[in-house]
């Protein structure tokens, strides 16, 4: 139950931020997610306000194809993952 609060939350900021024409908006939110949830409020944000751009980050078994669809860009994270686990090993010592 708690994911769904913290789904709640990103999707009020997507939507609260995106919208905004203030200091506070956003030109480009990247979203690390491959939940189908988000689509209606990907969709609703670039319908408002269709300048913004919506890019997901995500290993490629965890997005469905009409997630990538809604989306500006795709970001593979399958194709980083081994460099990212290598920093990660790094900072860690």
């Known amino acids: 139950m708690k994911n769904k609060g913290v789904d709640v939350a990103l999707a009020t900021d997507l939507l609260v931020y995106g919208m905004s024409e203030t200091s506070s908006s956003y030109d480009v939110a990247i979203l690390v997610s491959g939940d189908n949830d988000f689509i209606p409020v990907i969709e609703k944000l670039k319908e408002r306000r269709p300048e913004v751009k919506v890019e997901v980050a995500q290993f490629k078994n965890a997005v469905g194809d009409d997630m990538i669809r809604v989306t500006d860009e795709f ?19």
Not at 79 to 89: E, P, S, T
Request: with cysteine; aromatic share 10%.
């Open 75 to 93: 970001y593979a994270l399958d194709d980083c993952a081994d460099k990212i686990g290598k920093l990660y090993q790094k900072s860690a010592v």
